[in-house]
Structure formats: C-alpha cells, structure tokens
C-alpha cells in the first residue's frame, strides 16, 4: 500500500531497521503505518517485514511497536503486545490455556 502523494522529507525519516538492505526509503510514514497495520490484523502475526522492495528484513518486537506508536493507535500497540505475549507463553511447556472457550487466560503448571 503505497500513497504515491507528494510529501517533506521528514515523511522518509532514515532507515527503518539498522538491517535493512536499501539506502533509502520510499515508503513514507504513513504508509509504512498502514503497512505493518495491515500485515498484522489480516495474518495476525508478528513475522512482519520491510516492505521496501528487495528489503525483506523482519522488523523485530521494537521496531513493529515503534510504528504502531508512531500513529497514536494504543489499542493496535495493546492488541499486538497481547499477541506477542501470548505466543511466548504458548512456546513455554509448562503453560496451558483454559479449557473453557469463553475464557482467554491461561497458566503455568509444574510439569506441563
């Protein structure tokens, strides 16, 4: 999802990731916002990259929330950090989720 507006330099602030393979950006902040917005609510996923062409560096934990921050969402910033959090809990052995579907919390049990 690309804008193609004219818009100040200060739209393409540097580099996105440290890791990134492209010089400069051409995606602009808003942009790059719908972007990772958009990858996030329809996949439900943290394995977000640069959508810069020929990029395709996986932004980490950090530089997702930075984005997400950048545009005031909180409630998007809070859904994704719940997300996060929830997939690393589910990666521990010793943690279980509620048997009941109308509950979404789970615990850590000796022994898994």
């Given at each position: 999802m690309v804008c193609y507006e004219d818009k100040d330099l200060n739209?393409?602030?540097?580099?996105?990731?440290?890791?990134?393979?492209?010089?400069?950006?051409?995606?602009c902040n808003s942009c790059?916002?719908?972007?990772?917005?958009?990858?996030?609510?329809?996949?439900?996923?943290d394995d977000i990259y640069c959508p810069e062409l020929d990029c395709n560096v996986?932004?980490?934990?950090?530089?997702?929330?930075?984005?997400?921050?950048?545009?005031?969402?909180?409630k998007?910033?809070?859904?994704?950090?719940?997300?996060?959090?929830?997939?690393q809990l589910e990666q521990m052995d010793e943690f279980i989720w509620c048997s009941n579907v109308l509950c979404n919390v789970g615990q850590l049990n000796e022994g898994g």
């Open positions: 739209e393409f602030d540097g580099l996105i990731t440290r890791n990134c393979q492209h010089l400069n950006r051409s995606l790059l916002f719908q972007h990772v917005q958009k990858v996030f609510e329809i996949t439900f996923t996986k932004f980490d934990y950090d530089t997702v929330r930075k984005i997400l921050l950048s545009n005031g969402n909180n998007l910033v809070e859904s994704y950090d719940r997300y996060v959090c929830y997939r």
